[in-house]
């Protein structure tokens, strides 16, 4: 694309999570941060999520010399405990299961001020040839960079939630809205400045908040919050412009947790699938 | 190396919790896993289930399943080149196929088959089988 010279200046920036890697065992663990700016009006909790993922990539991208990289993929579990604010500090750690060429397979937490606020557990990326994305020298130095003195803090500026268009609704049961995340979103040039695609978690994010948004209308009196998310798989990139087409439906509610499927479509094709619990008690 | 045969009380001890699994990963009821299935035109399962399959399977039989085992096992002692040309399965490559892959019915084998297609040939049986040989291999090495 033509735009790539002007985003590059987004590389490492508009959607990078991982400020200082402070530990780091090749191929199996490591330990991060990450500071959120005090200027962004909000830190979704499924950003601290993209923060563990953005550390495992590190990790598997620096175990395979820079010749492939983790691209979206499947988690098994991702676990909400936790809000997080502006000014926060988040402190990351991940541990890999397995890294080879095919894919990564890993879990890890992150933390504010010692409270868990996010957990992942059985996180599976597929490898793909890095230098589709970015440039792997530049990604090499990028990590030296995170090794030694660490990125500035404050490059992140928040992201722009398009709004959701509602198709169809039926009160407290399903919900289908398009969503279209437009060329001009700053994140793409970061993620990734080869080849924008969007990332899984900002898909997950707006697709949590319809969830709610249904369960709000189904339990009117019980305000409910995301606790667990299941099951995610990323099918197929969904690149700049492109019209997703997602559906929540409600599942079912036993023992104060209400559960509903997510769905995401591009041109009538599957692109994500996952599971939400929904419960009161804490407020990410 | 000829390995020993697989038999169905094998397979059939594994089923159950692979058919759960293959459930679990494809998002579909366990009736719709058959043992002689298609992953592919059946069950609609796309190339990011079969590596979700796969990591699965290992943590729940804790047995270790390289990536691409099945080809590779497929292959035996046939050089890639004997095995498939310029992307498409040799007639010597689909006959080992045939062999290894004998839980699959024989019309499914396309003559001529891109390599590319063989997991469509993927049954729930063919991942039993994959689970046996882990774990005969992890029994062996233990």
Known sequence: MTATGVRIAERFSAFSFVDRITELETGTRAKGRFTVPEAVAEFPTCLAAEAVGQLAAWVAMAQLDFRLRPVAGIAREAKFLGAVKPGQTLDLEIELEACDDDAVAYGGCAWVDGAKVVELSQCVGPMLPLAEFDDPDAVRAQLGVLRATGAPIGRFRGVDRPEAVVIERTRGARLRADLCWPESAVFFGDHFPRRPVLPGTLLLDSQMRLALELAAEATPHRPLQPARVTDVKIRSFITPGQVVALEVAMLGSANGTVTASLGARVGGKPAATARIEMAAGHAP | ?142
């Not at chain 2, 099945?70 to 040799?90: H, P, Y």
Request: proline letters at 4%; charged letters at 35%; a negative charge.
């Open chain 2, 1 to 142: 190396m000829q390995q020993m045969e697989i038999t169905k009380e094998e397979i059939m001890a594994v089923y159950p919790t692979v058919a759960q699994i293959l459930a679990d990963a494809l998002g579909c009821d366990i009736e719709r896993v058959k043992l002689d299935a298609s992953l592919i035109e059946d069950l609609d399962a796309e190339s990011i289930d079969f590596l979700d399959l796969v990591f699965r399977l290992e943590r729940a039989f804790k047995v270790k399943i390289p990536r691409g085992k099945i080809v590779e096992d497929a292959r035996g002692d046939l050089a890639e080149s004997e095995f498939e040309q310029k992307g498409v399965v040799t007639e010597v490559g689909l006959k080992r196929l045939r062999e290894f892959l004998n839980e699959v019915p024989a019309e499914r084998f396309r003559s001529p088959m891109k390599a590319a297609e063989i997991p469509r040939l993927f049954t729930p049986e063919t991942f039993c089988k994959v689970v046996v040989r882990a774990q005969r291999t992890a029994g062996a090495g233990a």
